[in-house]
């Protein structure tokens, strides 16, 4: 079956600091790959996404690249303020007519002044 | 601009009792999915509709939850006879479309069961 595997948090960085959250997954063909953040006290919401390999989606400074080589999408940005405090969901929405997402268990990111 | 909404925020419900949450949809949405979200996890996937056809229930742990979505706009995840086991939070999310280069879902804020 499907599955995304995320890096455990909390990752704890200062003010401007470079950010990665690592991200692989497995599945058949060629799914789709999303991040989605989750504030405090809000609902998920679409931060980037990437349908085929080798794209890169990109939103609000951070990035990640759909790398089919080594199955992964490795969220960054390279500098991080105190409002990207939140958890990071990494997702895949898998390809061949099928529409049931898998997601990662999230990675809790706090960044200090 | 309404995005999506749930209700109620918090539920406490008592071992055995039934719950109803409901999901409001954005306008329009075709597809809407129910996820349960335990602490700690990430959304794991319960049911699908697309308008009032429910397409796939296969993430539904028992038949105790049921779910329906008759006029194609609201929803409503029922759960009866509530085990501690169901304490979570529910996501409700909606989307314009299924196709895998559309596929954005907006999330509603969730409503967290706590069974006690």
Request: charged share 20%; glycine share 10%.
């Amino acid at each position: 079956g499907n599955s995304v595997t995320q890096m455990e948090g909390p990752v704890t960085l200062s003010e401007e600091a470079f950010l990665t959250i690592n991200c692989t997954y497995t599945a058949t063909g060629y799914p789709s790959l999303f991040w989605y953040v989750q504030y405090p006290g809000e609902g998920l919401q679409l931060l980037l996404k990437a349908t085929k390999a080798d794209d890169k989606g990109s939103n609000k400074g951070f990035e990640a690249t759909y790398r089919k080589e080594t199955t992964s999408f490795h969220l960054e940005k390279g500098s991080v303020q105190v409002s990207d405090s939140a958890v990071y969901f990494c997702a895949l929405s898998p390809s061949g007519g099928s529409y049931i997402p898998t997601f990662g268990r999230g990675t809790s990111l706090i960044v200090h002044p | 601009g309404a995005g999506v909404s749930q209700s109620p925020r918090y539920k406490v419900a008592k071992r055995g009792q039934d719950v109803a949450l409901r999901c409001d949809p954005i306008s329009g949405h075709v597809s809407l999915f129910w996820y349960q979200q335990a602490l700690g996890q990430g959304p794991e996937f319960l049911t699908y509709f697309q308008n009032e056809a429910q397409l796939d229930k296969s993430g539904l742990p028992s038949d105790r939850f049921f779910a329906e979505r008759p006029e194609g706009s609201v929803s409503t995840l029922k759960i009866q006879r509530t085990q501690q086991e169901d304490s979570a939070v529910y996501l409700c999310a909606s989307s314009l479309a299924v196709e895998a280069d559309t596929y954005e879902q907006y999330f509603g804020p969730g409503t967290r069961l706590t069974v006690t």
